[in-house]
């Protein structure tokens, strides 16, 4: 997988750093709001690919 990857890339010190840059520009609170949004985005996503995958029938009545 690509973003197993990506965090492979990065030493524990980059990620502890990232996770405290967001903290001090979002703060504590806004970030449960924003994983929740995050979450429902991608979920959307999934469904939108799902839906895309499965064959549309269509009539023939010309």
Do not use: H
């Amino acid at each position: 997988m690509i973003a197993s990857s990506i965090f492979l890339a990065f030493g524990a010190w980059q990620i502890v750093l990232i996770v405290v840059v967001v903290l001090l520009m979002f703060g504590g609170k806004k970030i449960p709001e924003l994983m929740r949004g995050l979450g429902s985005g991608i979920k959307e996503f999934k469904d939108a690919s799902k839906d895309e995958d499965k064959p549309t029938t269509t009539d023939k009545n010309d």
